[in-house]
């Protein structure tokens, strides 16, 4: 792991041109639909963050809700403008990520490294029979990060066309993918009592907060006895940064503990992405129960 982590980092350190197309839908996936109404996430660059802070000034927390009642004033606008943004989106790794498919494999190992301090047998380990990837995509996560640690992985996002193509990006391992939910998290319900691990990245500023929370609440009774939820996404350095270009919010960490805290978890690590590209905003792995 931390020769392919290596390789990451030097091929990141390299000036790449990444070119973009549109691959056609695997027509062969059942893809399970319910609401559509959820979206993907992808990193923050700085120099968007400085065109939005023109616009939109930061909110201090100051209740669980603040960001649903001082920032958006329609949150049925709020989510179909996100679905609307990544329907419009080609179903391709650096699509996935913002036009950073360059940084995946810094991404995927430093993500390996911070979950594999969980994982294992005995009391208070998390086991390795099932896994969710929340705001799948087209599974570049379940595909370099779960399937080798998880026997068997559920896949939900909101796009159907990302869902479509996963089969065919994943390969051989597609066998080992149960199902393709079709759904926004704020109404999916997972399988109570059925995940070793519930992994949400890049996904969680398309919720507002009382979603988010409740979301939560129901990934917990989804999860088997030792199971993990971890969150990894974009954070803001105080408040909340609304960003209209893909109908999303950006937390400061505080925010999100005080989510979790509301959703009755409890944080037990968290830890900032290392060696992202200086535009990158920050991203921070946070693992509770």
């Known amino acids: 792991m931390d020769d392919l982590c290596d390789a990451a980092r030097k091929k990141n350190n390299k000036k790449t041109t990444t070119k973009k197309k549109t691959t056609k839908a695997c027509k062969n996936v059942v893809v399970l639909h319910l609401e559509v109404v959820q979206v993907c996430r992808v990193p923050i660059c700085n120099n968007r963050l400085d065109r939005l802070r023109e616009t939109s000034k930061p909110t201090t927390f100051t209740g669980c809700f603040v960001m649903t009642d001082s920032i958006l004033e329609d949150n049925v606008a709020f989510y179909s403008d996100g679905a609307a943004y990544w329907r419009g989106r080609p179903a391709t790794v650096d699509a996935m990520l913002g036009g950073y498919g360059h ?68 390969g051989a391992e597609a066998q080992r993918v149960d199902n393709y939910y079709c759904s926004g998290l704020q109404d999916f319900i997972p399988m109570p009592g059925h995940y070793d691990l519930i992994w949400i990245q890049w996904v969680i500023g398309h919720l507002t907060d009382e979603h988010l929370t409740e979301f939560l609440k129901r990934s917990c009774a989804a999860l088997r006895p030792g199971g993990l939820i971890c969150i990894k996404d974009n954070v803001a350095q105080e408040g909340v940064i609304w960003d209209g270009e893909d109908s999303s919010v950006c937390r400061s960490l505080d925010l999100l503990s005080r989510i979790v805290e509301d959703a009755g978890m409890t944080i037990l690590e968290q830890k900032c992405q290392d060696n992202f590209p200086k535009e990158i905003y920050a991203v921070w792995m946070i693992a509770m129960r």
């Open 103 to 170: 940084i995946s494999g810094l991404d995927v190992c430093a993500s390996r490294k911070f979950l594999s301090q969980f994982l294992g047998e005995g009391p208070g380990k998390t086991g390795q029979t099932r896994a969710l990837d929340c705001g799948s995509g087209i599974g570049r996560i379940t595909k370099r990060l779960l399937l080798p640690l998880f026997d068997r992985v559920d896949m939900v996002d909101v796009t159907e066309t990302f869902l479509k193509r996963a089969p065919a990006y994943l």
